[in-house]
């Protein structure tokens, strides 16, 4: 059994679900969560009964034109974020995929106000997502396929899948089932509210010291890195 992750939408779903349970107040707070307890857990598993793969996108510039600065602080802000996102996956025995990428795009041009937006778009995820399903069940690597992600785009090769005899997991959050994939798929599994909220992992706070405490053992002490 292989797990199929599509990051981006993963990792909004579960920062979404937090925030409105009043968890965590920002998406950014979510420096880490313990995914792979969280499949186990959905999935009736033992944690090292599966593989895991999460598809992430590289961020790429745009030629020829100078983002805007608010562009560029937020592009700034997800690969300062990344760097503490990214390990945490690692850590946990999850393979990361750069697998498509992020494009700075500026739209056309408002016809009342004259501005022009610049968004970025992603591409290419789902379809390395598509090629490394279909490649593991034409060649028999893999006879349960479990998807973790809405994007309708993938239907037609998890048809394919199950062509091949291959079992198709559809896992999703409860509040966002998509159904065009979960018809496709043999069994859908829901991820509801409580168990996102069980698997949020924080460091834990540094106890406080005694207002006598001396300044050499506060500068012994290590530096608290938690954004929580």
């Not at 937090?18 to 969280?38: H, K």
């Not at 944690?47 to 608010?70: K, L, T």
Request: hydrophobic share 35%; aromatic share 6%; proline share 5%.
């Amino acid at each position: 059994m292989k797990v199929y992750i599509d990051g981006e939408n993963c990792r909004k779903g579960l920062t979404r679900v937090l925030q409105e349970a009043g968890d965590i107040a920002g998406s950014r707070e979510m420096e880490s969560y313990r995914l792979r307890e969280l499949l186990a857990d959905i999935l009736v598993a033992s944690p090292d009964e599966f593989e895991v793969s999460y598809y992430a996108s590289e961020i790429r510039m745009p030629n020829g034109y100078q983002p805007s600065q608010d562009v560029m602080q937020h592009v700034a802000r997800i690969r300062e974020y990344s760097r503490k996102w990214v390990p945490a996956l690692i850590g946990q025995n999850i393979s990361y995929i750069k697998a498509g990428y992020l494009k700075v795009k500026p739209t056309k041009e408002c016809r009342n106000c004259h501005t022009v937006q610049e968004v970025l778009q992603e591409k290419g995820v789902d379809v390395r997502i598509a090629t490394d399903m279909l490649e593991d069940a034409y060649t028999k690597k893999q006879d349960t396929i479990v998807i973790m992600s809405s994007d309708t785009d993938l239907c037609p090769a998890l048809h394919k899948i199950k062509a091949q005899g291959a079992k198709v997991i559809y896992v999703c959050f409860a509040d966002s089932i998509n159904r065009a994939v979960s018809a496709v798929a043999n069994q859908t599994l829901t991820i509801p509210i409580p168990k996102v909220q069980q698997y949020l992992q924080y460091e834990p706070e540094p106890q406080p010291k005694h207002a006598e405490q001396s300044e050499k053992e506060i500068e012994d002490e290590p530096e608290n890195s938690s954004n929580a």
